[in-house]
């Protein structure tokens, strides 16, 4: 099930093996993966601190206030996002700015990091310019070197998207997924979904809402395929789609946009649909 939360941040280097990251005319294949070296100088420090914040987002004094659950980035964003398939960073800088539909705007990497924090992490969305936005974009943005720059006209998701799986999703079942999640998540993910010390929450107040992509069981279904059981994902396409069933048919909290924006003095300009 969703990925370890650790706080451990490793070197890219070392690691290079969405949720952000569809549509892109860019094939992953064309994407090269993490780069060999930090920036020099302030920027290289500004990268670090944002592969810090990704790391450990519940808990990273920067970003700790902004996040409504205990989940970090690389809950979803396996390995800090340099897994090549789960949720991965890699190239998804050159999508952007991007047309987003739910938005019904074009938007920038920044605003879709930010509007993460609302859904995914329950949480407010972070100021616009701040800290924590700045440092996590940077810190995309050179996992992206090299990329081809093509924006994406159709969906705001980079060349590395997590491809849907072909399974009909009406048929995917919640019975069977309560054994499969048994098997392959409970030891990881708890009886009651509440996370263990090896994984995080995936249903109740500490996970994910359902305004959040993965709340949607397609979207679960094709991440658990390429993501799950952590460093062997060995689920069939059915299997995926049957645990997703299960886990979403939970309880999660209720997600309203007002809740989960800054005062408008904090705000800077939220422009996504009201």
């Keep these: 099930m969703i990925g370890k939360v650790t706080t451990t941040i490793h070197l890219a280097a070392v690691l290079s093996l969405g949720i952000i990251g569809m549509a892109s005319q860019v094939s992953a294949q064309e994407t090269p993966g993490a780069p060999d070296g930090y920036p020099p100088g302030p920027l290289g420090e500004v990268v670090r601190l ?40 890699l190239g998804t800088a050159s999508a952007y700015p991007a047309w987003s539909p739910r938005e019904k705007r074009a938007i920038t990497l920044e605003d879709r990091v930010l509007n993460c924090f609302m859904r995914s992490q329950n949480g407010t969305r972070p100021p616009v310019g701040s800290e924590v936005s700045v440092a ?14 093509q924006m994406n006209h159709e969906k705001s998701l980079g060349p590395r998207h997590i491809r849907e799986l072909k399974v009909d999703w009406k048929q995917a079942s919640a019975e069977r997924g309560k054994l499969l999640y048994k098997t392959h998540c409970l030891d990881c993910h708890g009886q009651d979904g509440e996370g263990t010390a090896d994984g995080p929450p995936v249903w109740g107040n500490d996970s994910y809402n359902d305004g959040a992509g993965l709340s949607r069981v397609d979207k679960l279904g094709s991440w658990l395929k390429v993501a799950m059981p952590l460093g062997d994902p060995i689920l069939t396409d059915q299997e995926s789609a049957d645990i997703a069933a299960y886990v979403n048919s939970h309880e999660r909290p209720h997600f309203k946009l007002e809740e989960h924006l800054p005062k408008p003095e904090r705000l800077g300009e939220y422009n996504g649909q009201r």
């Design 136 to 149: 996590i974009t940077t810190y995309i943005t050179w996992l992206s070197s090299g990329s081809k720059i």
């Design 50 to 89: 944002g592969e810090a914040i990704v790391y450990d987002t519940s808990e990273h004094p920067l970003s700790k206030a902004y996040v409504g659950n205990k989940l970090n980035c690389t809950s979803c964003h396996l390995e800090g996002g340099t897994d090549p398939q789960a949720g991965s960073f």
